[in-house]
């Protein structure tokens, strides 16, 4: 499976944001997806997960309430909206499908996109 993520920007505190990924592959469409996102000299943490029905969504604690992920499985897509967005929100965000088993650790995942940074001014 091939990702890329796209959407990322420079915005104020409390602006929204879409950010979107891309996937290439027969299967996709039957993978968890998730979104990561790393701040330099700290670990990629994990942000939200989407089953491959959509139906069941899972999100970081720091985001819950203000993020919400979403897919396309006709478009092989996931998205990320982000709402009321916080100078703490700043990072590269990542896209990544697949994972072997739990969907919000990072080693667990077997695809990644390249990475879209957010950055949020105060």
């Known amino acids: 499976v091939q990702l890329q993520a796209s959407g990322g920007g420079l915005v104020q505190a409390g602006d929204s944001l879409r950010l979107s990924c891309s996937a290439s592959?027969?299967?996709?469409?039957?993978?968890?997806m998730a979104w990561f996102r790393q701040v330099p000299g700290k670990e990629r943490e994990f942000v939200a997960a989407?089953?491959?029905?959509?139906?069941?969504?899972y999100y970081a604690d720091s985001v819950k309430g203000r993020f919400t992920i979403s897919r396309d499985n006709a478009k092989k897509a996931v998205y990320l909206q982000m709402k009321g967005l916080k100078p703490e929100d700043t990072a590269v965000y990542y896209c990544?499908?697949?994972?072997?088993?739990?969907?919000?650790?990072?080693?667990?995942?077997?695809?990644w996109g390249q990475g879209t940074l957010v950055t949020v001014s105060s």
């Open positions: 592959g027969r299967t996709v469409s039957s993978y968890v």
């Open positions: 989407i089953t491959w029905s959509g139906l069941t969504t």
């Open positions: 990544a499908a697949d994972p072997r088993d739990s969907y919000d650790k990072e080693y667990e995942y077997r695809s």
